[in-house]
């Protein structure tokens, strides 16, 4: 009961972390959601299976942090892909400013443009570009995010060169 406790806690900790990663991967808001429930379920289970002794959990070989999103990145490309085979992907469900909070000020309408504007422009990105930049954009640094991927440095270093060229010019054709 402890253990359930200590997950759910976990959980509710990284929901912000895994509901960006989410976002970042998926346009549709019913989509994020559940992707968030598979990304959640499987954090869950790499716990709960780290607590029964499995050698498939969370080892401590990294923190909570990096886990939590290397295993909710790995769902999301998991998600793109099964999405892309159905050919179900649509641009429909684009963030919604109405869902947002409250009026704020010109200058929150203005970031909250930007925001829109550049999780558009990632998820025109290959996913190996959307998923280096959405990892350094939550502060992962290239080594983690090397560790996460199971590539080496320097190719992290090169995707990240390269996925920044690539939003550029996709944020200059944006109107």
């Known amino acids: 009961m402890k253990e359930t406790i200590q997950i759910e806690k976990l959980l509710s900790e990284y929901a912000p972390l895994m509901a960006r990663i989410a976002a970042t991967f998926e346009a549709n808001k019913s989509l994020q959601d559940e992707l968030i429930q598979e990304m959640s ?10 607590s029964k002794g499995s050698d498939k959990g969370f080892r401590g070989e990294a923190s909570v942090k990096t886990f939590v999103a290397k295993i909710a990145h790995n769902k999301a490309v998991d998600h793109v892909i099964k999405e892309q085979r159905r050919k179900e992907f649509t641009h429909d469900g684009e963030f919604d400013p109405s869902n947002a909070s409250g009026a ?3 200058r929150d309408a203005t970031l909250q ?10 998820r025109q ?11 350094m954009l939550e502060g992962f640094s290239q080594i ?4 996460m ?26 109107p």
């Open 41 to 50: 379920l499987a954090v869950w289970r790499a716990f709960d299976g780290a």
């Open 104 to 106: 704020g000020s010109s």
């Open 113 to 122: 443009e930007n925001a829109m504007d550049l999780m558009t422009g990632l």
């Open 125 to 135: 990105l290959e996913i190996k570009y959307r998923q280096v930049l959405s990892m």
């Open 144 to 147: 983690e995010i090397a560790n």
């Open 149 to 174: 991927l199971g590539i080496n440095e320097a190719a992290v270093a090169k995707r990240i060169a390269r996925a920044r060229q690539q939003l550029t010019q996709v944020m200059e054709q944006q």
